[in-house]
């Protein structure tokens, strides 16, 4: 099966970066934002159905960081001052960890418009991963690897939720883990530590799960991320060793990080389907395990109409490789 | 000038309400005129009544560039009377830093507004062709100040690589599709060829310009230099900020801030032609006196001197972010514990952390007439 879907949070249409430059300034209330919000959900919701993404998220819209409905939900955590968000000009707020972590509430559910989602389409959820999150957190208070494992619960209980809420699908966003100046030469027991905190992550949830990596070269966690207990790989194909990663024969999903959410670009269809279909042949010698195409990273790095045109990009693409692998 | 620790600011400077709203076009309540006079007589500004009519009369495009000029004018006046050994205008015909070379620049179409974090954006462009000098974009505001200035001036430039990484490289992405089949590299790779040909097209005609004008001193502006922070974009980078001063008859430094400096400290040997380094410092530092252990946010100066860094800093000793003033002795400190770690003081120009554009003019003289102080407290100490 060869499937699309985004991979991050989606850029906020004009309207709505109007009115929260509105609101900040302190012109319109918080119910017209909220209102805007939710306005703004449905476009990037039916964006996604039109151009026939096979799961659909709510945008993230809401979200101010990848990390941000935690580092403000959970118990435990202070917000910190901003951070630079890898290597790109935008930046994010750190999580301190000054106490025990503890979730109380519900995280992803409270800043998701679940009633947006259209009840005939699959829903796909997008969290931090537990080792992202804890290397772009100022630990004060756990033992390093305590706090690791201790997020991996809370991601657990998270996903367990999200399912019981119909969504099909969770990613689990791991950036920090390939990106290289954080992970220069990626050490076989630190791969090992990631994989016993997914077991946790993803124990007894009956929803399909990927690990989408991506600012890195995912050539480098060859071939111990094979056995990470998840359904899916993603791979950002701007940052990998593509030849490299040809070399590995793959027996688990994989989502190709084929359209670039940093470059304003759109890209030309015929070279994204040789490419994919290259790494396809060479990843699947035997069988072919599910394939979905998708952005390296979030959408939200372009404005809204590019980010558009390059989930249409998306959809085709799917859809002349089904032709091919038919 | 002073000798030893001359004093210096790093280039923007916020722009009074006379001048945003008048630019626009805009009426000025009676307040809002009160202020220019106020300022202006402190400034000891000349002719202020015509600056008065001036405000009171309708928009024309005349009255807009008298409007540069009076604040440019203002900005300059305000350094002086704060003691600064090296002035600038405060950016005052600048809209910011990276729009207002692009808008004047072929080759670029603005996209939108794209986040920045929270309910911050900004406004980014693509490159679509090959980018062109249009029009100057520096040359007229320095022809005022040089004219105005009493003290030596110091020119900022937003460098190239800044310019290139804020921005979308669509036209050589484009180009060099198809050739080459890593994305990886073709992006690296069409990111040096719109460096290189954004410096040889744009940049270096506008130095050109500059130097030709009588321009002594240029800072490159580089906020983005440690975005990347591996050693192939080091490399880039001061292969494109040799490639940009070569051969100028001027002296250059680099402005950059908010960053982790190791891997510009490994890097920053290489540069030629770059007379002073000009680093924010004082944002990371305590506010208790003293030198040694309370100087916490001044480790990183070892680091460029170990890596045989041996021109000029520019360091910084006023926190730009914050409405905390600086005591003198506080500035004092900072300047007398980097002379203890680098040894030779004359290697120190003292100078705040980066533009002082989000401080108020009030604030701002107050940081600045400490900082002038501080650096007179410094040289009694040295005595």
Same mark, same amino acid.
């Given at each position: 099966?060869?499937?699309?879907?985004?991979?991050?949070?989606?850029?906020?249409?004009?309207?709505? $970066?109007?009115?929260?430059?509105?609101?900040?300034?302190?012109?319109?209330?918080?119910?017209?934002?909220?209102?805007?919000?939710?306005?703004?959900?449905?476009?990037?919701?039916?964006?996604?159905?039109?151009?026939?993404?096979?799961?659909?998220?709510?945008?993230?819209?809401?979200?101010?960081?990848?990390?941000?409905?935690?580092?403000?939900?959970?118990?435990? $955590?202070?917000?910190?001052?901003?951070?630079?968000?890898?290597?790109?000009?935008?930046?994010?707020?750190?999580?301190?960890?000054?106490?025990?972590?503890?979730?109380?509430?519900?995280?992803?559910?409270?800043?998701?418009?679940?009633?947006?989602?259209?009840?005939?389409?699959?829903?796909?959820?997008?969290?931090?991963?537990?080792?992202?999150?804890?290397?772009?957190?100022?630990?004060?208070?756990?033992?390093?690897?305590?706090?690791?494992?201790?997020?991996?619960?809370?991601?657990?209980?998270?996903?367990?939720?999200?399912?019981?809420?119909?969504?099909?699908?969770?990613?689990?966003?791991?950036?920090?883990?390939?990106?290289?100046?954080?992970?220069?030469?990626?050490?076989?027991?630190?791969?090992?530590?990631?994989?016993?905190?997914?077991?946790?992550?993803?124990?007894?949830?009956?929803?399909?799960?990927?690990?989408?990596?991506?600012?890195?070269?995912?050539?480098?966690?060859?071939?111990?991320?094979?056995?990470?207990?998840?359904?899916?790989?993603?791979?950002?194909?701007?940052?990998?060793?593509?030849?490299?990663?040809?070399?590995?024969?793959?027996?688990?999903?994989?989502?190709?990080?084929?359209?670039?959410?940093?470059?304003?670009?759109?890209?030309?269809?015929?070279?994204?389907?040789?490419?994919?279909?290259?790494?396809?042949?060479?990843?699947?010698?035997?069988?072919?395990?599910?394939?979905?195409?998708?952005?390296?990273?979030?959408?939200?790095?372009?404005?809204?109409?590019?980010?558009?045109?390059?989930?249409?990009?998306?959809?085709?693409?799917?859809?002349?490789?089904?032709?091919?692998?038919? | 000038?002073?000798?030893?620790?001359?004093?210096?600011?790093?280039?923007?400077?916020?722009?009074?309400?006379?001048?945003?709203?008048?630019?626009?076009?805009?009426?000025?309540?009676?307040?809002?005129?009160?202020?220019?006079?106020?300022?202006?007589?402190?400034?000891?500004i000349e002719n202020l009544e015509e600056l008065v009519k001036l405000l009171s009369e309708g928009d024309s495009t005349s009255r807009k560039r008298a409007l540069l000029e009076w604040s440019s004018k203002y900005a300059i006046r305000f350094f002086e009377?704060?003691?600064?050994?090296i002035v600038f205008d405060g950016e005052q015909w600048r809209s910011e830093m990276y729009e207002h070379v692009i808008r004047k620049t072929a080759g670029f179409k603005f996209l939108g507004y794209v986040k920045s974090f929270d309910y911050r954006y900004?406004?980014?462009?693509?490159?679509?062709?090959?980018?062109?000098?249009?029009?100057?974009?520096?040359?007229?505001?320095?022809?005022?100040?040089?004219?105005?200035?009493?003290?030596?001036?110091?020119?900022?430039?937003?460098?190239?690589?800044?310019?290139?990484?804020?921005?979308?490289?669509?036209?050589?992405?484009?180009?060099?599709?198809?050739?080459?089949?890593?994305?990886?590299?073709?992006?690296?790779?069409?990111?040096?060829?719109?460096?290189?040909?954004?410096?040889?097209?744009?940049?270096?005609?506008? $130095?050109?310009?500059?130097?030709?004008?009588?321009?002594?001193?240029?800072?490159?502006?580089?906020?983005?230099?440690?975005?990347?922070?591996?050693?192939?974009?080091?490399?880039?980078?001061?292969?494109?900020?040799?490639?940009?001063?070569?051969?100028?008859?001027?002296?250059?430094?680099?402005?950059?801030?908010?960053?982790?400096?190791?891997?510009?400290?490994?890097?920053?040997?290489?540069?030629?032609?770059?007379?002073?380094?000009?680093?924010?410092?004082?944002?990371?530092?305590?506010?208790?006196?003293?030198?040694?252990?309370?100087?916490?946010?001044?480790?990183?100066?070892?680091?460029?001197?170990?890596?045989?860094?041996?021109?000029?800093?520019?360091?910084?000793?006023?926190?730009?972010?914050?409405?905390?003033?600086?005591?003198?002795?506080?500035?004092?400190?900072?300047?007398?514990?980097?002379?203890?770690?680098?040894?030779?003081?004359?290697?120190?120009?003292?100078?705040?952390?980066?533009?002082?554009?989000?401080?108020?003019?009030?604030?701002?003289?107050?940081?600045?007439?400490?900082?002038?102080?501080?650096?007179?407290?410094?040289?009694?100490?040295?005595?």
């Amino acid at each position: 099966m060869i499937g699309c879907y985004v991979t991050g949070a989606l850029p906020r249409p004009n309207e709505l $970066i109007e009115k929260t430059r509105a609101y900040e300034r302190g012109r319109i209330s918080q119910k017209e934002l909220e209102e805007t919000f939710k306005k703004a959900t449905e476009t990037v919701i039916k964006a996604q159905v039109s151009a026939g993404l096979n799961y659909v998220t709510d945008g993230m819209l809401k979200w101010q960081d990848l990390l941000r409905p935690f580092t403000e939900g959970l118990e435990g $955590i202070t917000v910190g001052s901003l951070t630079r968000w890898f290597n790109n000009n935008t930046l994010y707020r750190k999580p301190i960890i000054t106490d025990f972590v503890e979730r109380d509430k519900e995280i992803v559910k409270n800043v998701t418009y679940l009633g947006k989602l259209p009840k005939n389409l699959l829903g796909k959820a997008i969290l931090p991963a537990p080792f992202t999150f804890v290397a772009l957190s100022e630990n004060q208070y756990y033992e390093k690897e305590k706090l690791m494992f201790k997020f991996a619960e809370i991601i657990n209980e998270e996903i367990r939720s999200l399912a019981e809420a119909s969504f099909s699908y969770v990613q689990l966003s791991e950036p920090a883990l390939v990106y290289e100046p954080l992970a220069p030469n990626v050490k076989k027991d630190k791969l090992a530590l990631v994989n016993d905190v997914l077991e946790i992550a993803v124990k007894g949830t009956a929803i399909k799960t990927c690990l989408q990596t991506f600012f890195g070269d995912f050539s480098q966690i060859l071939p111990e991320a094979l056995d990470f207990p998840v359904d899916h790989l993603g791979i950002d194909l701007y940052e990998t060793d593509i030849e490299k990663l040809k070399q590995y024969s793959f027996d688990k999903g994989v989502a190709l990080g084929l359209v670039d959410s940093r470059s304003s670009l759109v890209e030309g269809q015929d070279e994204l389907v040789a490419v994919a279909k290259e790494i396809i042949e060479s990843i699947y010698r035997s069988r072919m395990e599910e394939v979905f195409i998708c952005p390296n990273c979030d959408l939200e790095f372009l404005p809204w109409e590019r980010a558009e045109e390059k989930m249409k990009v998306l959809s085709s693409v799917t859809k002349r490789l089904r032709g091919e692998f038919s | 000038m002073n000798e030893l620790f001359p004093t210096q600011e790093v280039g923007s400077l916020a722009k009074p309400r006379w001048r945003t709203k008048g630019y626009r076009g805009k009426a000025l309540s009676e307040e809002e005129i009160a202020e220019a006079v106020s300022w202006g007589r402190k400034l000891g500004i000349e002719n202020l009544e015509e600056l008065v009519k001036l405000l009171s009369e309708g928009d024309s495009t005349s009255r807009k560039r008298a409007l540069l000029e009076w604040s440019s004018k203002y900005a300059i006046r305000f350094f002086e009377t704060a003691g600064l050994d090296i002035v600038f205008d405060g950016e005052q015909w600048r809209s910011e830093m990276y729009e207002h070379v692009i808008r004047k620049t072929a080759g670029f179409k603005f996209l939108g507004y794209v986040k920045s974090f929270d309910y911050r954006y900004f406004n980014k462009a693509a490159c679509i062709s090959k980018p062109k000098y249009a029009k100057s974009f520096y040359l007229d505001e320095f022809l005022f100040a040089k004219k105005n200035a009493k003290r030596e001036i110091k020119v900022p430039f937003t460098g190239a690589y800044t310019l290139v990484d804020w921005t979308f490289n669509e036209h050589y992405e484009k180009k060099s599709s198809g050739e080459i089949r890593d994305f990886k590299r073709r992006k690296f790779e069409a990111k040096r060829e719109f460096l290189f040909d954004l410096i040889k097209e744009v940049i270096r005609p506008e $130095i050109s310009k500059l130097v030709n004008a009588g321009a002594k001193w240029i800072q490159i502006d580089e906020p983005a230099v440690t975005t990347n922070p591996t050693d192939d974009e080091m490399e880039l980078f001061v292969e494109s900020f040799n490639e940009t001063v070569k051969g100028f008859n001027c002296a250059f430094s680099l402005h950059n801030c908010y960053s982790n400096y190791e891997v510009l400290a490994r890097h920053a040997c290489e540069l030629r032609n770059c007379s002073q380094l000009s680093l924010e410092f004082a944002n990371r530092d305590s506010r208790q006196t003293g030198t040694g252990n309370a100087r916490t946010g001044y480790k990183e100066i070892r680091l460029f001197e170990e890596h045989g860094f041996h021109g000029d800093y520019g360091l910084g000793v006023v926190d730009v972010h914050t409405n905390f003033v600086e005591s003198p002795e506080l500035v004092r400190d900072r300047i007398l514990h980097v002379v203890k770690i680098i040894g030779d003081p004359s290697r120190i120009h003292v100078s705040t952390d980066c533009g002082l554009r989000t401080r108020t003019w009030e604030i701002s003289f107050k940081k600045l007439k400490n900082m002038v102080l501080g650096a007179e407290l410094a040289r009694k100490a040295l005595k």
